[in-house]
Structure formats: structure tokens, C-alpha cells
């Protein structure tokens, strides 16, 4: 089976920087995922990470250590909107669900002025 | 282009009452997945599908049946709604096996 660990809240201030951590237990690993959703809203994509490293897009950053079985979203120049549920999502291999996504419990990120 | 829609928003149902959800998308996407989202959780894959005519379960499907009979539609049925099944179901699709998925805005559906 697969099974991720996020944390469940963290807080910020506007203009500040963050990092949300993501631990993960997989067989036959295929990449990291990361996944914003608003109050009420749809999840949408942010990043992906197939290898070792740091990926960047625009204020967001994506980081993955295959070895270590970690992944970290950072979020740079904290904006009031950014305040979302944060979800990381592993592409393994579990019986019935070859290489589909298995999302963690989400970390809700709120920004303070 | 709409992206990924879903038919109802809202529903409520009485327990032992039938209904499907609907999703459509207008990206010619060859992977389609049904997820439900219950408080605090995260998404949960109920049954996806790889291409037209094609369905496979995900991780909690039980209570739970799917049609993919055109490549733009996928269909999911409750046949007897129980109240453990009120939740919030998101459908998406993806070009290919779905790091990246879209998601369309969701059906909160009731059980009473």
C-alpha cells in the first residue's frame, strides 16, 4: 500500500516564506505530486517531481529526495490568496490501482496579514 | 473549452435511494477518475478509467459502480446511497497515467 504524511495546519505572514513537508511510504515510487484547493473549490495542480531536485514555478518550489522518501512544497512571498489546503499526491503501485495518484491528508495553510 | 464539468452540484438522498453523478470533459483525455473528499481528508480514488469502455477500481469502490461508454463522459452510480457515503465527489481526467489531473468543481451530496 502507499501512505503519506503532511502536516495538518501551518501559518504564515504575507510576504513571508513556507514549506510544507511530505513524508511517503510507496512501492515502485513514480513521482511526487502537488495539488492547491480554496475553501469550497476544486483541487488544481502546482508542480510534479519525477527525480531528485528542486523544481521551480514562478513563487512555488518543488523539492524531492527519492532516497530519503520526502517532498516539500515551498512557497515564497506568501500572498493572501495562497491561504489553501496543500496536498501532496504519490504515482506508485498498489494492487487494483497501477501508478494512480494517493493524496495525503492535506495541510491547511493560512496567511496572516 | 468548459475543461472537466460535473452534473448535479448539490444532491441530497435518502438512504436505500439511487442516483448518478456525471462528468464530462472537452480535453479528449484518455484517463478519467472519480475521487470522493471527506472532511479533513484528503482524495480518495473510488474507480477510474483508461480509455472509452474501459472502467477499474481504485482504492474504496465499494457502494460504488461506473460507466465509461463515451470517451468524454464517465458515469458514477450509487445504486443504494448509505449515509456513510455522503462525502464531496470530484471528478478529473488526465492526458495520460495522471501526475497531472484536472478536476472538475464537485458534487457535495447528503445521505440522510
Known amino acids: 500500500g502507499q501512505s503519506l504524511e503532511q502536516p495538518s495546519e501551518v501559518t504564515a505572514v504575507e510576504g513571508a516564506i513556507v514549506q510544507i513537508n511530505c513524508t511517503y511510504q510507496t512501492s515502485g515510487f513514480y513521482g511526487l505530486s502537488w495539488y492547491q484547493q480554496h475553501d469550497g473549490g476544486a483541487p488544481t495542480f502546482l508542480s510534479y517531481n519525477a527525480l531528485d531536485g528542486l523544481e521551480e514555478t514562478g513563487r512555488f518550489s518543488s523539492f524531492l529526495s527519492r532516497s530519503d522518501s520526502y517532498g516539500y512544497l515551498l512557497l515564497q512571498e506568501l500572498q493572501m490568496k495562497d491561504s489553501a489546503s496543500y496536498f501532496c499526491?504519490?504515482?506508485?503501485?498498489?494492487?487494483?490501482?497501477?501508478?494512480?495518484?494517493?493524496f495525503g491528508s492535506g495541510t491547511q495553510l493560512t496567511v496572516l496579514p | 473549452n468548459a475543461g472537466v464539468t460535473q452534473t448535479p452540484k448539490f444532491r441530497v438522498l435518502k438512504t436505500g435511494q439511487s442516483m448518478t453523478l456525471l462528468c464530462a470533459q472537452d480535453?479528449?483525455?484518455?484517463?478519467m477518475y472519480w475521487y470522493r473528499q471527506d472532511p479533513g481528508m484528503g482524495l480518495r480514488l473510488i474507480h477510474y478509467s483508461v480509455g472509452e469502455g474501459t472502467t477499474a477500481k481504485g482504492e474504496v469502490p465499494d457502494g460504488y459502480n461506473v460507466s465509461r461508454l463515451k470517451k468524454q463522459n464517465f458515469l458514477l452510480g450509487l445504486e443504494s446511497a448509505a449515509p456513510s457515503q455522503t462525502s464531496v465527489y470530484f471528478c478529473?481526467?488526465?492526458?495520460?497515467?495522471?501526475?497531472?489531473?484536472?478536476f472538475g468543481p464537485g458534487t457535495r451530496l447528503t445521505v440522510t
Open positions: 478529473a481526467s488526465s492526458i495520460d497515467r495522471g501526475y497531472e489531473q484536472y
Open positions: 499526491a504519490v504515482r506508485g503501485h498498489s494492487s487494483g490501482s497501477a501508478r494512480q495518484l494517493t
Open positions: 480535453m479528449n483525455h484518455e484517463y
